[in-house]
């Protein structure tokens, strides 16, 4: 079992995915000679081909309109589009179309296409390179939307993306792709499209995903020297989104903080209060606190890390919940 970053672990699933089944196929931008922007293709071009790793036009319409015609073909299509700001380009082609396909044919056709999507910030990258707006997908019925938090979590939740009957945006932290290193099976496996614990506690919930859950779980071992017992749950997928395991999670330990980088108003930590406030109102004991970037457009650089949640702001909010 060898010790993988995340963008290692996606690499090996995307190998093993296309050894596995002829009907996998890869394309983007940059994605076959080079290798990808971040070189999570690297070496597919060598092993399968120019037919089953393409590389595409800058037109980001055109590579998921390609995507959604192959899936609806019969064929597994990974399409990667090189930053989460650049997904703009093919907002039309993915609610117009790839969401509704099913629901268009009356369930004779599936749209089986893996949107890969490297967001969020925290790299020094410039405009349109750092954006995180998980939220747009996930108001799309018909996009399943995942984020994985590890590089165990990336391979397996990849794996199961790519055989998912119905179109899956995966959003990868960049932030996260060389920074962490965990053991990674070597062989196939996948998992399920629901949420995990990733700290037991029993005095307050903090609910992320994807780079945040490193964020809380700073937070987490903060207040646990404070005598704070935090139960750290990691959401993987936003869409569908796990309520129970947040509601059980909430109905233990009475309160909850949730984490995300994306701006506040209409964030998908706004729908996870309303579902708490829905089916565990009266459980709470303070009410539910976000953590979460700013209402304004990300910023470059040098005001970046004033922009994303830190440890102590959870740590501050972990204290109102508290104290209320």
């Not at 004779?108 to 995180?132: T, W």
Request: proline share 6%.
């Amino acid at each position: 079992m060898a010790k993988l970053t995340v963008v290692e672990a996606i690499n090996q699933a995307l190998k093993q995915a296309m050894a596995s089944d002829d009907r996998v196929l890869v394309l983007g931008e940059d994605v076959g000679k080079n290798g990808g922007v971040f070189r999570a293709t690297q070496g597919l071009l060598d092993l399968f081909g120019e037919n089953r790793v393409v590389d595409t036009p800058l037109s980001e319409s055109a590579i998921i309109g390609a995507s959604i015609g192959l899936a609806v073909y019969g064929l597994r299509p990974i399409a990667e589009l090189q930053f989460e700001g650049f997904a703009f380009g093919a907002m039309e082609q993915l609610v117009a179309h790839a969401s509704r396909i099913r629901n268009r044919s009356r369930g004779r056709y599936q749209c089986p296409l893996v949107v890969r999507i490297p967001y969020g910030g925290g790299i020094h990258a410039p405009e349109h390179h750092s954006e995180s707006n998980e939220a747009y997908f996930v108001h799309t019925p018909g996009l399943k939307v995942v984020v994985p938090s590890t590089p165990y979590e990336a391979k397996g939740l990849l794996l199961a993306a790519i055989r998912d009957p119905d179109p899956v945006i995966f959003m990868e932290p960049k932030k996260i792709y060389r920074s962490i290193r965990e053991d990674v099976p070597e062989e196939e496996y996948v998992i399920p499209l629901e949420a995990r614990v990733a700290m037991e506690g029993s005095n307050v919930t903090l609910i992320a995903w994807g780079a945040m859950l490193h964020v809380a779980l700073e937070g987490a071992r903060l207040m646990a020297d404070r005598g704070v017992s935090c139960e750290v749950l990691d959401l993987r997928t936003l869409s569908p989104l796990d309520t129970d395991a947040i509601i059980e999670s909430v109905k233990k330990t009475n309160r909850a903080v949730i984490v995300h980088e994306a701006q506040r108003s209409c964030g998908v930590a706004a729908e996870i209060a309303a579902r708490i406030n829905e089916k565990a109102l009266l459980d709470l004991e303070a009410p539910v606190e976000r953590v979460t970037g700013f209402d304004v457009v990300m910023p470059l650089p040098k005001l970046e890390q004033r922009f994303l949640p830190d440890a102590r702001r959870v740590a501050d909010a972990i204290d109102r919940v508290m104290s209320a």
